[in-house]
């Protein structure tokens, strides 16, 4: 049985739907963009699909719902050649997804003044598994979203909605976190070699992260080759640590790796571990501001060394 006290309301959704198309037709009339990237209503009832819209007529396609979950900064980095190529675009963006853009940014994949950001207020997106006729409550949203501080996007050109104020919901997140830091050493490693063992090298976390965007990976070379590609434990292993050193001080928090992935790893956990040591080390956290470099990547003479023994 839901418990209605928890229950979020929806009609910003739906407020936020009306505004969205008025302002996608407006921007693709007047030619502030040549495309509008969104979500559009699925084949199955309350689920929604990425959606691209070059005509004004089809801005009426366009939705916004729990059921928007995907990042859709994804479509504008050169994995996504053939979206870029349409010419100035628009993209809608939730929270999560400006902090992807601000990162993309600041790494100069790209440049402000080529894209119109329209930023949605969001209460929170369904989790895994969720229909999308379902209520949005403490039982349906996704984890990321209980502890979410970016529902309202910052740097937008233009921001459509309000939220509605919020039940306060236990952070799982932060309960896992916290669960994880508690164990000893050896505890972690047998907990994330569990995890990892099950991993079969699909890559979709790989295919759906906006800081994805190499055109060819370093572990997809053979010649050297960087990473085992065959999923057993040492290859498994090596991938997941490589690609969590690699988003260290980068990764926006969107979770869309712990949401494609078949195998139900938690990788957004090993994201926030990393996310965490970085702000303890360096005082550095992924926002909404571009910025040139992260901490891996710069040296100051003030950076702590502690860790060198």
């Not at 010419?87 to 990162?103: E, N, P, Q, R, Y």
């Not at 119109?116 to 949005?136: D, E, F, H, K």
């Not at 979410?148 to 919901?169: F, H, K, N, Y």
């Not at 960087?226 to 969107?254: I, K, Q, S």
Request: charged share 25%; net charge neutral; proline share 6%.
């Amino acid at each position: 049985m839901t418990n209605t006290a928890h229950t979020i309301d929806t009609a910003l959704y739906d407020a936020v739907t009306d505004a969205l198309r008025a302002e996608a037709k407006k921007v693709l009339e007047s030619g502030t963009a040549a495309a509008v990237i969104g979500w559009q209503a699925g084949r199955r009832r309350g689920s929604a699909v990425p959606a691209i819209v070059t005509d004004p007529a089809d801005a009426e396609k366009l939705i916004f719902s729990p059921s928007c979950v995907n990042n859709l900064a994804l479509y504008l980095t050169k994995a996504k050649k053939e979206v870029r190529e349409k010419g100035t675009l628009a993209v809608v963006a939730k929270g999560c997804d400006m902090k992807a853009l601000a990162g993309l940014m600041g790494e100069n994949q790209l440049k402000r003044d080529d894209i119109y950001i329209i930023g949605v207020a969001c209460a929170g997106v369904y989790g895994p598994a969720v229909q999308g006729n379902a209520p949005l409550d403490d039982s349906t949203l996704a984890r990321k979203c209980r502890e979410c501080a970016a529902e309202l996007p910052e740097g937008a050109d233009v921001s459509l909605g309000t939220v509605p104020r919020r039940p306060a919901l236990t952070p799982h997140e932060a309960a896992e976190l916290a669960r994880l830091e508690a164990m000893t050493p050896a505890e972690r490693w047998a907990f994330w070699k569990e995890h990892f063992s099950r991993c079969i090298r699909c890559y979709a976390c790989r295919q759906v992260c906006p800081f994805c965007y190499c055109e060819q990976c370093l572990c997809d070379r053979n010649r050297p080759q960087a990473v085992e590609t065959t999923p057993r434990p040492a290859g498994n292993m090596a991938w997941h640590m490589v690609r969590a050193m690699h988003l260290a001080g980068r990764c926006a928090g969107c979770a869309e790796c712990e949401r494609a992935c078949p195998m139900d790893i938690p990788l957004n956990l090993l994201n926030r571990k990393m996310a965490k040591e970085l702000k303890e080390l360096y005082g550095h956290e992924a926002g909404f501001q571009a910025k040139e470099k992260g901490p891996l990547a710069e040296y100051r003479e003030d950076d702590d060394q502690s860790f060198i023994k």
